[in-house]
């Protein structure tokens, strides 16, 4: 952003001030390093200092006397510049020495907790006085939304805090915990309900019992208790998951379910998942099997590091599993995003079955190449028994550069022309680095003569 300061008259310059804010406000989200921006140019830096939201991250900690004018002063201006707007606070008390300042925490208390919009309250690796920021703050929240409660060592110095938030109404949503949640916030019904909680999958049994659940990020391995069988929110994202692990779960209200990590150990018994709608596994399409999800609409497929003889059995079975064994899959999804990562022979035994696809985004990974020219490719662009006759959208995700893809626009007419009777309207075709770029965009009606 500093080259914008070496030329007099940058393009940016000409965005009107309402329309510059919303972009950095939509670019940076919450993580807006304001001081960073404000020396980007003059502008900028008016822009800046008259807009509250970009300055309203505050942060506390106990610092050293040498320190305390620097420190305090920076965070006085901070809140001058919030104005009324809603903070974001983050107190930090893992720096507590007996001789260093409490300052900062004393500066926050004065913008009142009633501005208090989201709080994070950061680990300690040594154990702190319980009352290291005692008789600091006072006051009710109420537009605290968010809470952010890290692993703490002995007894809890944010207690204080605590006890404020469970005097509070019920206005906490956005929960995220990596240590057991206490007890006055859960039986005060200060957590009205949450819409996104982050939590250990050994803590999560105590808070779904205690308080209604819309989304959940289990973190961790989940340790099966014959004894439990927690009910899931509709929408659950799992660091680590088993067969065994979430067939001790009740997944019957689960309609979202994303999986980083799938380990099949615990037996092939399937899983019952009546009210599923959107599944994302972290490996390749075998793992199907196992889901017995009959609502499912969309299927996110992740990526195997599969190479030489590995890559070669495991599309074997791919294979195996489509054509002969067909009878154990009982997900029939609409949109599908698969990697092409196995043989062309696995893949289109794939979606030869899947014919119902009508949305069909295909990734291939830095070690492999696509020839319009093969199999696969063939079968999309053949009139007669084309794959997904019923395709409306296909995306290719590739790590080509644009010369290599010179031959898409006759590719994508090629596939226009086969499908003319169909319900083909979209192509795209993304070229994907860090962060997927679309190179080329075709429409039905770009299309001569189709």
């Not at 940016?12 to 939509?26: A, R």
């Not at 707007?85 to 009142?112: H, N, P, Q």
Request: with cysteine.
């Amino acid at each position: 952003m500093s080259e914008v300061s070496q030329y007099p008259n940058p393009g940016i310059h000409k965005i009107p001030d309402e329309l510059l804010v919303d972009i950095l406000k939509f670019t940076l989200r919450d993580d807006i390093p304001s001081q960073d921006l404000a020396i980007v140019c003059k502008r900028w830096k008016l822009l800046l200092l008259k807009t509250p939201i970009f300055w309203r991250k505050m942060r506390a900690g106990f610092v050293p006397d040498n320190q305390v004018i620097f420190h305090s002063t920076r965070l006085r201006r901070r809140l001058e510049l919030s104005r009324s707007a809603l903070i974001d606070v983050v107190l930090d008390v893992s720096g507590f020495r007996d001789e260093y300042s409490k300052c900062l925490f004393e500066i926050i208390a004065t913008a009142g907790l009633q501005r208090w919009r989201s709080l994070t309250l950061e680990t300690t690796g040594r154990i702190i006085p319980i009352d290291c920021i005692a008789g600091i703050f006072s006051g009710t929240f109420t537009s605290l939304r968010s809470l952010y409660i890290e692993v703490t060592l002995g007894d809890d110095p944010y207690t204080p805090i605590y006890d404020l938030i469970a005097k509070s109404p019920p206005i906490i949503t956005f929960l995220y915990s990596d240590k057991r949640v206490p007890d006055l916030l859960l039986n005060g019904r200060v957590i009205k309900k949450v819409i996104d909680l982050v939590i250990p999958a050994s803590l999560y049994v105590e808070v779904s019992k205690r308080t209604s659940i819309e989304s959940v990020h289990i973190t961790g391995g989940y340790i099966v208790n014959p004894s439990l069988t927690p009910t899931l929110p509709k929408r659950v994202t799992m660091t680590t998951a088993s067969n065994e692990s979430l067939a001790g779960l009740d997944l019957s209200r689960v309609q979202d379910l994303q999986l980083s990590y799938y380990s099949e150990w615990g037996g092939d018994a399937k899983l019952s998942l009546p009210s599923l709608i959107s599944l994302a596994l972290p490996k390749n399409v075998g793992l199907v099997r196992l889901f017995d999800a009959p609502l499912l609409v969309s299927l996110k497929l992740g990526h195997d590091s599969l190479w030489g003889k590995e890559k070669v059995v495991e599309s074997r079975k791919i294979v195996e599993l489509f054509q002969k064994d067909h009878d154990q899959i009982s997900m029939a999804p609409t949109s599908v995003e698969i990697y092409l990562n196995t043989t062309a022979a696995s893949v289109i035994a794939v979606l030869s079955h899947w014919h119902q696809v009508q949305h069909l985004q295909l990734i291939l990974t830095q070690g492999d190449r696509f020839a319009w020219e093969g199999a696969f490719a063939k079968r999309l662009k053949t009139a007669k028994n084309p794959l997904c006759p019923n395709l409306i959208t296909l995306t290719l995700r590739t790590p080509w550069d644009q010369k290599e893809s010179a031959r898409w626009s006759q590719t994508s007419r090629a596939i226009f022309k086969a499908r003319k009777l169909g319900p083909l309207e979209l192509i795209s075709w993304t070229h994907e680095l860090d962060v997927p770029k679309t190179k080329v965009f075709v429409a039905r009606e770009d299309i001569d003569g189709v």
